[in-house]
Structure formats: C-alpha cells, structure tokens
C-alpha cells in the first residue's frame, strides 16, 4: 500500500475512530497539528474540500414536475343545470419547435409561454366542429400563398403548403357555418412553423355576412386599438401547434370573423385553420 503522507496527501482514517489527527495544507507539503475531536477534523477536511456528513447522507431528488391545470368550463351563461360536459376533444398538429423562441422578449401584454399541455376545456356533450368544409371570404380575395378553401378542409399541420399568406396591414379571414348555431368553442391556427406573436388579433361574431346585425367580440387582444375596433383586454400570444383556444360563451351565430394585422416576424397575415365546435340551432 502507497504512503498517503508522502504524497502530501493526509493519512486515511481508521474505519469506526472516534478521533482525528487534523493536517493542514500549505505551500511545502503538510504541517501535523497536535488539536483533535470531531470540529478540528471537520476543519481539517474542509481545507481539502471534503465535508464531513453530520448526519446520514441524503440523496438527491429531481425537482417534481409542475402539476397539470385544472379544467376550464366553457362560460356559456344559458347552460341548464345538470348539462353533462365532456373535455373537448382536438386533434393537434406535430409540434415543429420547441421552448420559448428566444428573439421574442417579454412584454406586459405578452402571455408568458407555457409548454405544458392546453386544460382540459369543459362543453357540452355533442359538439362538433361545424366549420369544417364551410365557405370562407376574406378581406383579401386573392391570397398571395394558399387558397381560402384551405382555413377548413381540416389539414392544421404548419409545413409548406399547408397555409394561406394574406396582404400585410388589417385583414380579415371570414366564416360562414351555413345556418345559426350555439358555439362553445374556437379554434384557430396562424402559423406554427416557428413561434410567433400575431398582433391585433379580433374574433368576432354576427347574424349576417356584413357584420352588422349582432356583432359580438369573443376575442381581442390590440392594446392599443390600432385596427380601430376597440381596445382589447386579452394578452397577445407565441403560438404554436396547440393553436389558439377562444371560449364560444354559449353565442348563438352564423357567422365568424377573425382579424389580424401582421407578426412579430413580418408585416404578413396567415392563417392554417379555423374550427368552431358547437351545436346547431334546433
């Protein structure tokens, strides 16, 4: 066995010993001190960066996860006591980034990113989508990438191809479900190849495809009422695969519009699907 003192290291400890012989470095070696008892040997040890356990060794646990969020309940006022809800069920796209992009800076009406998965969101039991395979007009008629058709034919993945690239400022994609329904809840999905924040941002909806009878806001996040439709009071948001979820509250509509102007990453307005879950008027 090699002798620990002549390699200026201290000597080992005899398994079980109540006391220590304490040694102390410096720059020529080690110096013996003659001081022993458990907080010389504590000393001692800490100048070699070694600790001395005062009691059993712990071992470390990863952090717990965060816990899921709890469900959240559609706000539809007209509900009947005793109506049977049902998390609503959404097929999601692939997700094609991951983490909060880092050229996106925080910002007081900015929603802090979360990546874990969306609450379950609570409706009546029997909703359907009934956007799917409906007509769609927008604001501008001829989009430079992509057709209208495509907001509702139910392809919502964000790979080429798979979105409509409408004219940069304020501009509108509209819906019409073809005959009056109650709507629980809305989806829509703008761009998700990467992250992204589209700014002024207005769900609305109406009786009539000029928006004037019975027009009501679901949605609006312009702060600073730069589309001229009132000041909104949601937080703008990185969007990614998990689209964006708007509470219907129970409307009663044919008609959906959805307003934007430009993103954080250009001046363009886009725009892969749009779902509206709900039951017809009986």
Known sequence: MRDRSRMGCPAAPVPGAMRFEGVTPHLGGVTMIRKTGRSRAAWVLAAWGIGLAAGPARTATAAEPAPPAPPVTTAAPDLPPGTPLVPLSVKLPKPLFEGTPKNIKPSPTLEKYDERPRPPFLVPEGCTNLALGKK??????????????????????????CFVELAPGKQWVQVDLGAPAVLYAILFWHYHAQGRVYHDIVVQTADDADFIE?????????????????????????????????????????????????????????????????????
Do not use: W
Not at 149 to 158: A, N, S, V, Y
Not at 217 to 231: A, C, K
Not at 258 to 281: C, L, Q, T, W
């Open 214 to 282: 019975n027009v009501q806001t679901l949605y609006n996040n312009d702060f600073d009422n730069s589309s001229g439709l009132g000041i909104g009071k949601d937080l703008e948001c990185i969007e990614d695969s998990r689209g964006r979820l708007v509470d219907g509250r129970g409307v009663k509509t044919r008609y959906l519009r959805f307003y934007s102007r430009g993103n954080s990453s250009n001046d363009m307005n886009h725009y892969i699907e749009i779902e509206a879950y709900g039951k017809p008027v009986s």
């Open 136 to 161: 769609v007009t927008s604001s501008d008629p001829e989009p430079i990438i992509g057709e209208l058709k495509q907001l509702t034919d139910g392809d919502k993945e964000g790979s080429d191809g």
